[in-house]
């Protein structure tokens, strides 16, 4: 562990949108080795440590507005791709390295750091994990993940499921360290706000059509309709045309349009934790924006209008008695939390939060004194034990199995010309209006 009178430790964030560079950037300052927990949450929270930001390109790269909602300033920040990324982690030293990733992608870069770093004597603590809760893909996501140095946990509950995967499969669960999601903070809730405002977060990718989401935004509007003393607002995670970790096809800024919304009823945008500081009410279906809440004890309600199912990740939310409908709501229904499920959660509405990164703070710490440096990245995936699934996943990245840059890979050797840069600007818009536009239309032609 740096001392007081040595070089601040370096960290460098990979991230592939606006949601995962908030996990990374904010994960990176709870688990810098030698400033506390205390430190952390002020504004001088990067006193400690060197902050290297790298946005992978791609339909989701954050936009400067993004960036700057996170409220997390790095010492540097330059889009990447994955070549060039891992050029820059062959050719510079960090101290640890974050993989603020889809799966996939942390599975391409492990393999892709092992093959740059061979030959090294000593490489970065590598570190990654979930932006929020894990409630699809749990052995996917895990095993794509296995083989960083430190695999993190957002709660108790995660990191019992996450070992029992690892050992399943007999793959070493050493890594799995439990810490709480790293964006959670700001002041208990301590009684109603005048007006007494109902906050609605919205996710990109759930409900996923426009039945449900039309039902979504018709009671919030009812509600806000029989309530005019309320203050009722739609929180949205991005502005048209940008992009977030998941795809949203239906905005709800447009779908509002069609509507004729009171007075009462706004759209709100910006930082989650500064719209929980005025909220009395936060409903949603299952976005992590509910722990947040419940981490300041503010009244929260997790939808069961469109059902308790899988695919809207509300199932996660069983026995934490926050679940409720909008006629329940409308009829003065106020949930009351289940203080054993909320404390599984990694919530800590009990104070331990100021702790929840010292176990990860401290791994980190004796393996960067480890004699000898650091084994080489060892993850469960190989050409060997998944050979019709490793390689695509590598291929992807523009990388072969053994994790080197595929013949053709983009080039980096110097920064693109003003041509690359403009049809790289135009093929984004392509395929971004392809995604928005083109696909739905295809979708919905196919359902007739």
């Known amino acids: 562990m740096p001392s007081s009178t040595s070089k601040p430790t370096r960290i460098a964030v990979l991230a592939d949108s606006d949601t995962r560079w908030k ?49 997390v300033t790095a010492d540097s920040l330059r889009e990447v791709t994955s070549v060039e990324f891992l050029r820059a982690m062959a ?13 996939g992608g942390v599975q391409a870069m492990l393999h892709g750091l092992k093959h740059a770093w061979e030959g090294r004597t000593s490489r970065p603590v590598v570190v990654t994990g979930y932006v929020g809760v894990v409630y699809e893909k ?17 709660s108790r509950q995660d990191a019992e499921r996450f070992r029992a995967v690892y050992e399943g499969v ?9 810490v709480a999601l790293p964006f959670l903070g700001g002041e208990t809730y301590t009684g109603e706000h005048d007006p007494y405002t109902v906050v609605f977060a919205v996710q990109p990718s759930v409900p996923d059509n426009r039945r449900d989401r039309v039902h979504l935004l018709d009671r919030l509007i ?15 995670r991005s502005r048209p045309g940008e992009h977030t970790t998941h795809i949203e096809e239906l905005p709800y800024q447009k779908l509002v349009q069609r509507l004729d919304p009171p007075a009462n009823f706004r759209l709100v945008y910006g930082n989650m934790g500064e719209v929980l500081d005025r909220t009395d009410l936060l409903v949603t279906i299952s976005s992590t924006a509910a722990l947040e809440s419940l981490h300041r004890r503010i009244p929260t309600v997790v939808l069961t209008d469109l059902g308790i199912r899988e695919v809207l990740g509300n199932h ?39 702790t929840a990164f010292d176990a990860a703070r401290e791994r980190i710490a004796k393996l960067l004194a480890q004699p000898g440096g650091l084994a080489p990245l060892a993850p469960y995936y190989t050409p060997t034990t998944a050979p019709g699934y490793l390689p695509g996943i590598l291929a992807r990245h523009h990388l072969g199995p053994d994790g080197a840059p595929l013949p053709g890979a983009p080039a980096h050797d110097k920064e693109p010309g003003p041509v690359r840069q403009i049809v790289r600007r135009a093929a984004r818009g392509a395929y971004r209006h392809g995604v928005q536009r083109v ?9 007739l």
């Open 23 to 71: 996990w990374g950037a904010l994960t990176a300052a709870r688990i810098a080795p030698g400033p506390s927990m205390e430190a952390a949450e002020r504004e001088d929270a990067q006193v400690g440590f060197e902050l290297s930001g790298f946005l992978l390109r791609g339909r989701a790269t954050p936009t400067a507005r993004q960036l700057a909602e996170v409220g």
């Open 91 to 103: 050719e510079e030293e960090y101290d640890v390295l974050v993989l603020a990733l889809v799966g």
């Open 138 to 154: 749990l052995a996917d996501g895990l095993l794509l993940r296995h083989g960083a140095d430190l695999v993190l946990a957002n």
């Open 170 to 178: 007999g793959a070493d669960a050493s890594s799995v360290t439990e």
């Open 222 to 236: 009812r509600h806000a309709r029989l309530h005019p003393e309320r203050e009722v607002l739609l929180k949205l």
């Open 316 to 354: 996660h939310f069983v026995g934490s008695g926050c679940l409720a409908s909008w006629d329940q709501l409308d009829a003065g229904h106020r949930p009351v939390p289940d203080e054993e499920w909320v404390a599984r959660q990694g919530v800590a509405t009990d104070g331990t939060y100021a």
């Open 439 to 447: 696909a739905p239309v295809i979708r919905r032609m196919g359902e």
